[in-house]
């Protein structure tokens, strides 16, 4: 336990976070006169945790590179469906996983094979920051769990083995979204996969302070004023995807490849700009790079995870021709994105109530320019 100056605050959490520590911020619940109106001149102030970073759930601007995603993973393994001849099913092989960016409110469901190194690769890939699995009696890690932890070098948060029930999963998944089912998503209410994406939903409320009820900050019955309001309203309905949509990269040959990292770079330096990885090229290009922080997270997810669909990559290569060929579009839509800010993120905060004055200039800002790119021709 540590007391910080609060304009240093930030400094402090970045140096934390970077060391893979997970941390819990208490604030001041009333002003001093508050207290003192409450319980008189010996009253003691309310304090309670208002939020916990943890390395999967940063969404602050001074705590994330712009370039570089920041997610979060929930993996489990659920037991083998039995066949049409009671024999099990393929379930039997496959990893049911969850990954959230919490700093866009992008939401992705997906099944790995648990054999080999599948699982591993398709973390690496997707670049997960945190991963949370179900906790055991004797408090080790699972086998499984441990090897995927120690392959991708990231944070293990364990969880409640009750948070990885399948109908508690639904229930926390339909109250967020409110729905009555999940048809409309694409999703079977009985896919195993529910279950990663209900713990998730759960480990974010816990994070972030937020009430499972009504939203706000300090939760029901805190007795304090309550905060700014904060919800996880910016987080999109989870998607379905699967691993043969994309081409299957190992973690092996993108390191081979240097795709995201030289082979001699630093863990810290991956795919920075001007550090010799294929991302790191496209992105030090300097004014003829990508011009927002989105389309860099796109390319390197591009650049890590190529689309296996003929039909994808032809229609990216007709949008280069488009702007290779006709240079004066090009240059108009350079132009247009110029001061186009970080919005996904800016939502985010604002879902979050964390926004500051300068998220709101820049949202203002970046809508502004938006009537340029979006005219048709």
């Known amino acids: 336990m540590a007391g910080v100056p609060f304009h240093q605050l930030e400094t402090y959490l970045r140096r934390l976070v970077a060391q893979g520590v997970r941390v819990a911020v208490a604030d001041q619940l009333q002003t001093p006169e508050e207290a003192k109106a409450a319980g008189g001149a010996s009253a003691v102030i309310d304090r309670g945790v208002t939020r916990v970073l943890t390395p999967g759930t940063l969404v602050d601007e001074t705590l994330l590179e712009d370039d570089r995603p920041t997610t979060l993973a929930a993996v489990c393994f659920p037991p083998p469906a039995p066949g049409r001849n009671g024999s099990a099913g393929h379930l039997a092989e496959f990893a049911a996983v969850a990954i959230a960016e919490l700093s866009t409110?992008?939401?992705?469901?997906?099944?790995?094979?648990?054999?080999?190194?599948?699982?591993?690769?398709?973390?690496?890939?997707?670049?997960?920051?945190?991963?949370?699995?179900?906790?055991?009696a004797d408090g080790r890690k699972p086998p499984r769990i441990a090897e995927v932890l120690q392959a991708l070098g990231v944070q293990g948060t364990p969880q409640p083995q009750w948070h990885f029930r399948l109908n508690e999963s639904r229930e926390t998944i339909l109250q967020q979204f409110g729905v009555s089912t999940l048809a409309g998503f694409g999703i079977d209410d009985e896919d195993p996969l529910l279950i990663p994406a209900g713990v998730i939903i759960r480990y974010l409320r816990q994070t972030q302070a937020l009430d499972a009820t009504t939203g706000t900050a300090g939760g029901a019955g805190s007795g304090s004023k309550a905060g700014p309001a904060r919800s996880l309203a910016h987080l999109r309905p989870p998607r379905q995807e699967f691993v043969t949509?994309?081409?299957?990269?190992?973690?092996?040959?993108?390191?081979?490849?240097?795709?995201?990292?030289?082979?001699?770079?630093?863990?810290?330096?991956?795919?920075?700009?001007?550090?010799?990885?294929?991302?790191?090229?496209?992105?030090?290009?300097?004014?003829?790079?990508?011009?927002?922080p989105m389309g860099k997270r796109l390319l390197r997810e591009w650049l890590c995870r190529p689309s296996a669909s003929m039909d994808v990559i032809r229609a990216r290569q007709r949008c280069v021709g488009a702007l290779k060929e006709d240079r004066r579009m090009a240059s108009e839509l350079f132009d247009a994105l110029e001061g186009v800010q970080d919005v996904p993120r800016i939502a985010a905060r604002i879902a979050l109530g964390r926004a500051t004055p300068r998220d709101l200039v820049a949202l203002g800002r970046s809508l502004s320019r938006s009537p340029r790119w979006m005219q048709p021709s």
């Open 105 to 136: 409110g992008r939401f992705t469901l997906v099944s790995c094979p648990i054999g080999g190194p599948g699982l591993i690769d398709e973390l690496a890939r997707r670049q997960v920051s945190e991963v949370i699995f179900a906790e055991t």
């Open 245 to 292: 949509e994309s081409l299957l990269l190992d973690a092996t040959t993108l390191r081979s490849l240097e795709v995201d990292r030289t082979i001699r770079g630093a863990a810290g330096a991956m795919g920075s700009t001007g550090d010799g990885s294929l991302v790191g090229i496209f992105l030090g290009q300097g004014n003829r790079g990508c011009r927002t």
